[in-house]
C-alpha cells in the first residue's frame, strides 16, 4: 500500500467541504463512467443441481425460504417451453443460462449497493488532471494511509478476469468460504480492462454509498497548471490555521511532457488582502491644477490625434 494516494477534483463546493469538512464521496458501481467497471460477467463451471442450490441460498438471505423454491420452479417451468431438462441437453443448457442471468442479478442486488471511493498512486498524470480536474484546472488532495488500517484499500487489477466464477459464488454462498469469498471480490471491484492502466487506481470499499467521512487525513493540495489564482488564493488562506498541509503548484517539466511541483510561498499568498474595486482606490485622487500637466501637453493634446511636427 502506497504511504499517500491522491484524489483528483474540480474546483466545486463538494471539493470545498472535502476540505472543511474532511467528507470523501463513495459513489455507486452503476454510476461509473465505465460501464464495464463493477458488472463482471458470470463463468458457468459448476453443474445445474449446484447452480440451483446456490440461486436457492442467495434468494434465501434476501428473502425467505418459500421465495427460494417458488423462483427455482418458475425458471424451470419457463424452460418447459422447449422441453424437459431433465432428458434434453439442449433445454438443461438454456436453463442453466437463465439460472446463471439471475444469479448475476441476485449478486448485483447483493453488492450494486456498496460504496467506492477511487484514488490513485500518483499525482503527476496529465490524463488525470485533464479527465478528472476539469482539465488542470481543479485540484489534486493528497491523503495519508499510515494513520490506520485500511483493509479494504487495494490497487485495482488491469490484468485480472472479468469473470466471476460460479464455483467461488457457491463456495462462498453455501460453504461459507471466506477466500472464495475474496476472490468474488477482487473481481467484482478491483479488476479493470488494462486501457485504464495509466490511473494506477486504488479503491476503498464499504458497505454502502454516499458522503462520509474522509478514512484518511489530508497532507497536501496540489493545484493544476491552469487553476485560477483567486482558486489559489482562497484555498491557501482556508488553510491558514493548518501548516502541516502542503501547499503545491503544478507546472510542466522543461525536459518533456512531464509535470513538476514546487511549494507554494503561503506567507506571500496569505499577505494579499481582498482587493477593491479600482474606483474605491483612486477615488481620493483629484487633479487640482491642470498646468501640472504642461510637460506632458494640454488636455486636449493629449487627446487629439497625432500631428506631425515637420508640417
Known amino acids: 500500500m502506497p504511504d ?33 467497471d463493477c458488472d463482471p460477467t458470470i463463468d458457468v463451471d459448476i453443474d445445474r443441481r449446484h447452480l ?13 425460504e418459500e421465495e427460494g423454491r417458488n423462483e427455482i420452479g418458475r425458471l424451470r417451468y419457463n424452460s418447459s417451453e422447449y422441453g424437459d431438462y431433465r432428458t434434453n441437453a439442449e433445454v438443461e443448457s438454456y436453463l442453466m443460462r437463465t439460472l446463471a442471468s439471475t444469479i448475476k442479478h441476485e ?13 490513485s498512486a500518483t ?3 496529465g490524463l488525470m488532471w485533464s479527465h478528472y480536474a476539469d482539465e488542470h484546472r481543479g485540484i489534486c488532495i493528497e491523503y495519508d494511509t499510515r494513520d490506520q488500517g485500511h483493509p479494504r484499500l487495494k490497487a485495482v487489477d488491469y490484468k485480472g478476469p472479468r469473470a466471476i466464477k460460479t464455483s467461488d459464488l457457491y463456495r462462498w454462498k453455501v460453504r461459507d468460504d471466506l477466500v472464495a469469498q475474496e476472490r468474488v471480490f477482487q473481481t467484482y471491484f478491483y479488476t479493470k480492462s488494462n486501457e485504464w492502466k495509466y490511473e494506477k487506481e486504488w479503491r476503498d470499499v464499504r458497505d454502502r454509498n454516499g458522503v462520509t467521512d474522509a478514512p484518511f487525513r489530508i497532507t497536501a493540495i496540489l493545484f493544476g497548471l491552469r487553476c ?20 503545491w503548484q503544478v507546472l510542466p517539466k522543461d525536459d518533456g511532457f512531464g509535470l513538476r511541483r514546487y ?21 481620493d485622487i483629484v487633479w487640482d491644477d491642470l498646468d501640472d500637466l504642461e510637460d506632458l501637453g494640454t488636455v486636449a493634446e493629449l487627446a487629439g490625434p497625432e500631428e506631425d511636427p515637420g508640417a
Do not use: C
Not at 52 to 64: A, D, F, G, S, T
Not at 107 to 119: F, I, K, T
Not at 228 to 247: A, E, M, R, T, Y
Open 4 to 36: 499517500k494516494v491522491y484524489k483528483y477534483r474540480p474546483f466545486s463546493v463538494n471539493t470545498l467541504r472535502a476540505l472543511t469538512e474532511a467528507e470523501v464521496f463513495y459513489a455507486k458501481p452503476s454510476t461509473f463512467n465505465d460501464p464495464l
Open 263 to 283: 511549494l507554494v510561498n503561503r506567507d506571500e499568498i496569505d499577505a494579499m488582502a481582498v482587493r477593491e474595486p479600482s474606483f474605491l482606490m483612486f477615488k
Open 228 to 247: 485560477n489564482g483567486s482558486v489559489i488564493k482562497s484555498i491557501v488562506k482556508l488553510l491558514n490555521d493548518h501548516p502541516q498541509i502542503k501547499i
Open 52 to 64: 440451483e442450490r446456490l440461486l436457492y441460498r442467495m434468494i434465501v438471505r434476501r428473502k425467505n
Open 107 to 119: 449478486l448485483d442486488l447483493e453488492l450494486g449497493d456498496e460504496g467506492v471511493l477511487s484514488l
Open 123 to 125: 499525482w503527476k498524470s
